[in-house]
């Protein structure tokens, strides 16, 4: 491609109303709406999330353009989630992006969420880069996948999770902590002062590279309610090692399946992606295991880590060289796989 190409990437399969404008590899503008809304029920409500997604979606789309100075006409195709993620969150965005392409005459590209995760890592390409294939560990509020990454269209899932997904784990456990939601980050900051082998909690026994968090969601909840018999203070009392002990145990058991697929595949290049792959002591336990054992890693920047639409729009720049467009028959799959 030698002309340089402006796509509009638009993400809402979630809670985050988020448009990017990127020019080729470079991010000119990243606009993310958070939605404050389901913080007071202690998860997503999604008809909540789909009411705000379409209240913010036009002046998240139109500060984008603004902050990436550029006038509309310069778009040269929309790219957007097309799933996976809340049907009528996602219905949103497709239904936006469709008008828009419709009404400015040009392409757009449908994005899967959890491929657009692991591309985020060629943001402003550079020499940088992960090399294929690579194995990425995509780590969210809602999903949980090992993945082998032949190239940038190219991906095979090797293992997923069985029932919650890692961020879940985290939210669940801050939430039987008394922690706000969403509660992943919380427990990441009180656990840098607290003993993570303070609490021993089991890791399920799973033989291949799938993974389950929902035994040890169920073995937290049984632990703090014993221990709160006895001592109802206990959770104030032992907050920090809590938070670290927990994090241990969730981090431990993403290392393990990471490890196992690094033996199996004997691909030495690994990467994360995703809201978990913000966690510092993923981050730093990675840093020190790749040191050790010679692994090339990639961490994403913290911005690029939870969801945005940078990502939406780079992994829509790799569609569209590869002249893969989106008709207006394309509709949002809550469970899309690829
Ligand atoms: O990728 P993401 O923004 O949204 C989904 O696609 O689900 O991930 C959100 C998840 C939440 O579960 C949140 O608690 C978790 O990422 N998260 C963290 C951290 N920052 C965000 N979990 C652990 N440590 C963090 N620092
Ligand atoms: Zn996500």
């Keep these: 491609m030698n002309k340089s190409c402006v796509i509009l990437g638009i993400e809402s399969s979630c809670d985050d109303t988020a448009a990017a404008i990127l020019k080729d590899t470079n991010i000119l503008s990243n606009v993310i709406s958070t939605q404050k809304v389901h913080q007071e029920y202690g998860g997503v409500v999604p008809e909540l999330a789909?009411?705000?997604?379409?209240?913010?979606?036009?002046?998240?789309?139109?500060?984008?353009?603004?902050?990436?100075?550029?006038?509309?006409?310069?778009?040269?195709?929309?790219?957007f989630t097309k799933g996976p993620g809340l049907l009528g969150s996602l219905l949103v965005g497709t239904s936006f992006a469709k008008g828009l392409a419709l009404s400015m005459n040009i392409p757009m590209i449908s994005v899967n969420h959890m491929q657009a995760h692991i591309l985020s890592h060629f943001i402003n390409n550079n020499s940088g880069n992960p090399t294929f294939p690579f194995l990425c560990l995509t780590v969210s509020g809602g999903h949980t996948q090992l993945v082998k990454v032949k190239s940038h269209i190219q991906m095979k899932i090797l293992g997923t999770t069985l029932d919650d997904a890692a961020g879940e784990a985290f939210d669940k456990s801050a939430k039987l902590l008394g922690l706000s939601y969403p509660g992943g980050h919380l427990i990441d900051k009180y656990a840098r002062k607290g003993n993570n082998q303070k609490f021993k909690f089991n890791k399920p026994n799973i033989k291949n590279l799938n993974f389950s968090f929902s035994g040890l969601k169920t073995s937290i909840r049984y632990f703090i309610e014993k221990e709160l018999k006895k001592n109802?203070?206990?959770?104030?009392?032992?907050?920090?090692?809590?938070?670290?002990?927990i994090q241990h145990t969730i981090i431990e058991i993403l290392l393990?399946?990471?490890?196992?697929?690094?033996?199996?595949?004997?691909?030495?290049?690994?990467?994360?992606?995703?809201?978990?792959?913000?966690?510092?002591?993923?981050?730093?336990?990675?840093?020190?295991?790749?040191?050790?054992?010679?692994?090339?890693?990639?961490?994403?920047?913290?911005?690029?880590?939870?969801?945005?639409?940078?990502?939406?729009?780079?992994?829509?720049?790799?569609?569209?060289?590869?002249?893969?467009?989106?008709?207006?028959?394309?509709?949002?799959?809550?469970?899309?796989?690829?």
């Design 232 to 245: 109802s203070k206990f959770i104030n009392d032992n907050i920090y090692d809590l938070c670290a002990s």
């Design 50 to 79: 789909s009411r705000a997604h379409q209240k913010n979606i036009i002046p998240v789309v139109e500060l984008a353009i603004k902050k990436a100075e550029i006038k509309k006409q310069d778009i040269n195709a929309i790219a």
């Design 256 to 338: 393990d399946k990471l490890e196992k697929a690094i033996q199996q595949t004997n691909i030495k290049t690994i990467a994360i992606a995703g809201g978990v792959s913000a966690n510092s002591y993923l981050r730093k336990r990675l840093e020190n295991l790749s040191n050790d054992k010679g692994y090339s890693l990639f961490i994403p920047r913290i911005e690029y880590c939870t969801d945005n639409a940078a990502m939406i729009a780079i992994a829509g720049l790799y569609k569209y060289k590869n002249n893969e467009f989106a008709s207006q028959d394309e509709t949002a799959s809550a469970r899309l796989i690829f």
